[in-house]
Structure formats: C-alpha cells, structure tokens
C-alpha cells in the first residue's frame, strides 16, 4: 500500500512536471497553459455526457430487473476520469481520456466487474479496511454476537383501533417471561371525555 502512494504523490507529479516543461520548451509556455485548460473543459463536458449515458443504461437495466453491475463500475471509471482531466498535465488527461473513452471503457470496466464477482465468491465478499472476518461494527456485528431475531428479553405486543372507528380499544400484553402476561381490557369512550 506504502509503494501505491509513493507512486501517486511522487512519481505522477514528477511525471507530469517533466512532461509539461518538454511540451512548453517545444510549443510554448501560454500555448502549453491553453492546452491544459481546453483539455480539462472538453475532458469535464465529455464526463458529463458519458455519465448521463451511463445512467440512462442503468435505468433501463433496473427498469428489465437486470443488476447494471458493469454499469456501476464504468460510473467509478468515469469519476475517475473526471478527476484526472481536471489534475493539470497531460499524463492524466491520457489516463482520463482512456477511461473517458467508451471503447476502452467498456472492457476495462468488465474485466473489473468480472475480478470483482470473483473476488465476492472466493472470499465472501469485500472487507476492505475492517481486518479478516471482522466487519464495520467490530468483531461481533452491530447485534454483539447475538441473533436479532432471537426473543431472549422482553416482549411486547399490542393492537390498536384507530379514534374515529366506532370504540376506543385497547390490548397490551407484556411478556416479561414466559409466565407473566398482563392483559389491558378495552377503555370505556365515556372515559376519553375527561
């Protein structure tokens, strides 16, 4: 993880640094700051129409009971992009035109969704940041280890009628365990009044 960042805060500035002095010593310093420019506003529009494209085939996926699981995942992609056109230099404009562009798009994104189908069956998921078997709420679960369906403790249960139906009833039980049962009989309307 420690050699990704360092290749991502180090090495793509330098990178691009490099990259943008040989372009403005061969075409010029303002020629340079244009293209950098024009390519962050073409770059943001093209996300922009491609996002929406995207969505829409989300939709209609949805709306025929498909999972638009690649569809996501070229969402990220063009998230992605978007950022990486908006980061002055031409490396990531690369970067971000090639995850811009639908025809290299589409198989990236497929080869990611597919790794990460596979990733869920051999490992039973995702559990990125919580350690192993361990999920966001700590070593036993948000429930502490216990099954939320179990009725260990106290139970309560009642049924109701609404105030503009005929009587006011009322039925509470509390079943503090399993012997003790406290029955609450029907109120009388006459004593709403008070």
Not at 4 to 20: A, C, G, R, S, T
Not at 38 to 50: D, H, I, Y
Not at 79 to 104: E, H, K, N, S
Not at 181 to 190: A, G, H, S, T, W
């Amino acid at each position: 993880m420690f050699f990704i960042l360092l290749l991502i805060f180090v090495l793509i500035p330098v990178v691009e640094l490099n990259v943008l002095i040989e372009v403005a010593s061969a075409i010029g310093s303002w020629t340079t700051v244009g293209l950098v420019l024009f390519t962050a506003v073409v770059g943001v529009s093209l996300v922009r129409s491609q996002g929406l494209s995207t969505l829409m085939t989300v939709q209609q996926k949805l709306a025929r009971g498909e999972a638009p699981g690649q569809e996501i995942v070229e969402g990220m992609m063009l998230a992605a992009a978007g950022v990486l056109l908006l980061i002055p230099g031409f490396v990531t404009d690369f970067i971000g035109l090639i995850l811009l562009t639908p025809f290299t798009r589409a198989p990236i994104a497929k080869f990611l969704y597919k790794r990460m189908q596979l990733r869920m069956v051999t490992h039973g998921g995702f559990k990125a940041g919580f350690g192993p078997g361990q999920g966001p709420f700590g070593q036993s679960g948000p429930f502490g280890g216990q099954n939320p369906f179990e009725q260990n403790g106290n139970t309560f249960d009642g049924d109701f009628e609404r105030k503009d139906e005929q009587s006011r009833s009322h039925h509470i039980e509390q079943n503090k365990s399993d012997n003790d049962i406290i029955d609450v009989e029907p109120l009388d309307p006459k004593d709403d009044k008070k």
